[in-house]
């Protein structure tokens, strides 16, 4: 939808709440989208379950209950009108210098948010990041993140899954030779082949669902000094960089709706 309209959830974008400071609990949910992909051209726009991959994001977003808006972030004028044809705010097209290949999330989240703010006078209290290469998100999870950053009044909250592979068990290349990559007491007495049940669990930042507060990013951070875990299925986070990964979200697609586990 364009700017100045209502949002997924019937709310009017405009800076009635409070001017242009932020309301106690208002989320802005932003799906960073630009146009330009190496491995799979025009990625955002690939089929996934008969729909465009960005559509996902954006389907999870205005059936969440929690959001106040939902925008899409791209440099692209396709993107853009099919991100409005599933309902999607594009309210302005990312400059160039924000859409690199090597750019991060925060310049991203920053330009989105001063826009927003010098535009239509509209400043959120948190921004929700949803990836449109992790499409398999349910909007229940959006919510809980949501209510989960205002329970503990955290700088941010990551979804996390436990990791497999643990970095006590992984190594460093130093030239023609192998070093532990984390050098710790326990690994100079046992080496990396001990028994997993031993070690203290380590958690994958998965992506599938993430909350920053707005003052978090202004002050140039997307995770502040206090961050909580928000667990997730590590099977629903499929992140799609190749074609490969799309054969493989199409097989997983049909395994979490066949179990019930993916809810739209």
Not at 69 to 78: F, L, M
Not at 141 to 162: F, H, M, P, W
Not at 198 to 215: F, N, Q
Request: glycine share 8%; net charge negative; hydrophobic share 35%.
């Amino acid at each position: 939808m364009e700017a100045g309209g209502h949002s997924a959830n019937g709310v009017t974008p405009s800076g009635a709440e409070g001017g242009s400071g932020p309301s106690p609990g208002r989320a802005l949910a932003v799906i960073p989208a630009r146009g330009g992909s190496k491995q799979v051209p025009r990625k955002n726009l690939k089929l996934l379950g008969g729909k465009p991959l960005i559509a996902w994001s954006i389907e999870a977003a205005r059936a969440a209950t929690e959001l106040d808006r939902c925008i899409v972030s791209t440099d692209d004028e396709e993107i853009a009108e099919v991100a409005r044809s599933f309902g999607a705010e594009v309210p302005f097209l990312r400059p160039a210098e924000y859409a690199q290949d090597n750019t991060p999330d925060l310049p991203v989240f920053q330009h989105a948010i001063r826009w927003l703010g010098e535009h239509e006078g509209y400043r959120p209290a948190m921004v929700v990041h949803l990836r449109p290469t992790l499409p398999f998100r349910e909007p229940r999870q959006i919510d809980d993140i949501i209510r989960l950053l205002r329970e503990t009044g955290a700088d941010c909250v990551k979804s996390v899954y436990r990791e497999q592979h643990h970095p006590h068990k992984m190594w460093k290349m130093h030239g023609d030779r192998l070093g532990p990559y984390e050098d710790t007491p326990l690994w100079r007495q046992l080496g990396p082949d001990c028994p997993r049940q031993i070690l203290e669990p380590a958690y994958w930042s998965a992506g599938l669902v993430d909350v920053i507060r707005t003052e978090t990013i202004e002050a140039g951070s997307t995770i502040g000094q206090t961050t909580v875990p928000y667990l997730v299925n590590a099977e629903a986070c499929v992140d799609l960089d190749t074609d490969h990964d799309f054969i493989i979200a199409e097989a997983v697609l049909t395994l979490l709706l066949r179990e019930g586990t993916l809810c739209l």
